[in-house]
């Protein structure tokens, strides 16, 4: 990333673009503009055949300017830095501040790309890309702009390997309110890269890793554990440990909303549920039910149903 700074001193994270894919925009916009250059020169050479030869020499000067130089001027122009090749290959030419480009500075890095592309073949281009810090040609140093990259690939996402079956459970009883987010951070990353790494070095950095977090948690792991399956069982004990109390906290779980609590006839444990007859409500009363504290009974066939305030009558 490149780190520019606006004039309101705003830091801007832009990826310059490099010669690989610069290179294959130019590409693109060249064989774009040759191609048209070559149909309208042939309808140029057809429609000035009456013409002696000064006339269509000037006709000839005229089209390659307006073709070869004008036309990805007003595109750059238009587009506020976006050619065809760019726009195909995610790339945009941009102020040394960030903003869009206008006519004056497309117009400089049209003129140079003259000399620097079309009359040295791209060699003069290609090296000032090369020793330049941020890729810039000479055009651009002159224009004082940059071509960046729109489309940067987002990072896939690594999932953590689970750990071995046996370790599951494990580590229910370790104190992990001591391990930095740090020292998590780094434990996933070698976990999510670890087949990727030499064995000896993996190993090595599992190691380190175990030993920073035995330091933080005091206590040891199991007697014949690889460091790799410990660092992986205290991850996943900790994700679990996350999980829980997410779903706790969950606002579909708590208190004050009516559920009820008690057994199932027969002892089939606990049972969670609307109220009904003989159960026990958790949290206050809620205001046009039965109190907490009497059963909750249906009028008897007949009789008028009376009116539900929310107390309890007299015994």
Do not use: N
């Amino acid at each position: 990333m490149s780190g520019l700074v606006t004039g309101d001193a705003v830091v801007l994270g832009l990826q310059p673009a490099r010669l690989p894919s610069r290179a294959l925009a130019v590409l693109i916009d060249l064989v774009v503009v040759w191609a048209a250059y070559l149909l309208i020169t042939l309808g140029l050479a057809v429609a000035t055949a009456s013409l002696d030869e000064a006339a269509v020499t000037a006709v000839s000067i005229a089209s390659f300017l307006l073709i070869l130089v004008g036309a990805p001027i007003a595109v750059e122009t238009l587009s506020h830095g976006r050619s065809l090749g760019k726009l195909a290959c995610g790339l945009r030419v941009v102020r040394d501040d960030g903003g869009p480009i206008r006519f004056r500075h497309a117009l400089v890095r049209g003129a140079m790309g003259v000399v620097e592309i079309l009359m040295t073949f791209g060699v003069v281009a290609c090296v000032a890309s090369l020793v330049s810090e941020r890729g810039r040609r000479l055009g651009d140093v002159f224009a004082g702009t940059l071509v960046v990259r729109e489309r940067i690939p987002a990072a896939r996402v690594q999932v953590v390997p689970p750990p071995p079956p046996w370790l599951v459970g494990r580590f229910a009883g370790l104190d992990l309110s001591a391990v930095p987010e740090a020292l998590w951070l780094e434990i996933r990353q070698y976990l999510t890269r670890a087949r990727e790494l030499d064995p000896v070095v993996g190993r090595q950095l599992a190691e380190r890793l175990a030993d920073e977090l035995v330091a933080r948690t005091g206590t040891p792991p199991p007697p014949g554990v690889p460091a790799d399956a410990y660092l992986a069982g205290v991850v996943a004990e900790r994700q679990a440990r996350d999980a829980r109390r997410a779903f706790v906290s969950s606002p579909e779980v708590g208190t004050g909303t009516g559920f009820v609590t008690g057994e199932m006839p027969g002892g089939g444990g606990p049972v969670v549920g609307p109220p009904t007859a003989g159960a026990t409500v958790v949290g206050p009363p809620v205001v046009g039910s039965a109190p907490a504290s009497s059963p909750v009974s249906s009028p008897a066939a007949g009789e008028p149903a009376a009116p539900v305030t929310g107390f309890a009558p007299p015994a």
